[in-house]
T-cell receptor, first 113, second 114 residues
Framework: KAGVTQTPRYLIKTRGQQVTLSCSPI?????VSWYQQTPGQGLQFLFE???????NKGNFPGRFSGRQFSNSRSEMNVSTLELGDSALYLC????????????FGPGTRLTVT | GENVEQHPSTLSVQEGDSAVIKCTYS??????FPWYKQELGKRPQLIID?????GEKKDQRIAVTLNKTAKHFSLHITETQPEDSAVYFC?????????????FGKGTHLIIQP
């Protein structure tokens, strides 16, 4: 099976702009979670989607949002970008619908200038 | 919410020796504890996990132990090899039907000295 894929792999944006990142889970996986990775804060949970419903959300401002489509592909959006949003954004998929056995994509490296 | 502490932040061992990384968690309801390996510029890779109904799990050179009473779990790598050099993350979760998400430790940079 193909692994989790994410597009784009690299992105440079300016403060105040918005960005949309995409994640395609492993075929058959219905749960998609998003994480932010930074050198200072490490890996932090953003939110999780299962069957097009957001089931849980981490401690991030409302500028961070997401959605999931009927084919389980997911997007996350960050509005009004800030310098501190520069990070590696990782998505992970799971076949179990829980946090068990999450497999990560390669990530999108977002740089905000 | 859950808090996961991971030690040490950097670990240097001689090739062939063993390495041990330790994590503690705060939420007694957590019941799933995976370990991820992340090489430079690559995605985190699930290497082993343990659920709270098990005290120890092994997979070739790696093993994980869990002490629910003390709320800590450890990763053991034996006969270390150069390809084991990476950053290792522990995580904890209250997995049930709600996919609470993984709470990660800050990571351990494992360096294998030739």
């Amino acid at each position: 099976k193909a692994g989790v894929t994410q597009t784009p792999r690299y992105l440079i944006k300016t403060r105040g702009q918005q960005v949309t990142l995409s994640c395609s889970p492993i075929s058959g996986h219905r749960s998609v979670s998003w994480y932010q990775q930074t050198p200072g804060q490490g890996l932090q949970f953003l939110f999780e989607y299962f069957s097009e419903t957001q089931r849980n959300k981490g401690n991030f401002p409302g500028r961070f949002s997401g959605r999931q489509f009927s084919n389980s592909r997911s997007e996350m959006n960050v509005s009004t970008l800030e310098l501190g949003d520069s990070a590696l954004y990782l998505c992970a998929s799971s076949s179990t619908g829980t946090a068990y056995e999450q497999y990560f994509g390669p990530g999108t490296r977002l740089t905000v200038t | 919410g859950e808090n996961v502490e991971q030690h040490p932040s950097t670990l240097s061992v001689q090739e062939g020796d063993s390495a041990v990384i330790k994590c503690t968690y705060s939420d007694s309801a957590s019941n799933y504890f995976p370990w991820y390996k992340q090489e430079l510029g690559k995605r985190p890779q699930l290497i082993i996990d343990i659920r709270s109904n098990v005290g120890e799990k092994k997979d070739q050179r790696i093993a994980v132990t869990l002490n629910k009473t003390a709320k800590h779990f450890s990763l053991h790598i034996t006969e270390t090899q150069p390809e084991d050099s990476a950053v290792y993350f522990c995580a904890a979760s209250r997995s049930g039907g709600g996919a609470d998400g993984l709470t990660f430790g800050k990571g351990t940079h494992l360096i294998i000295q030739p």
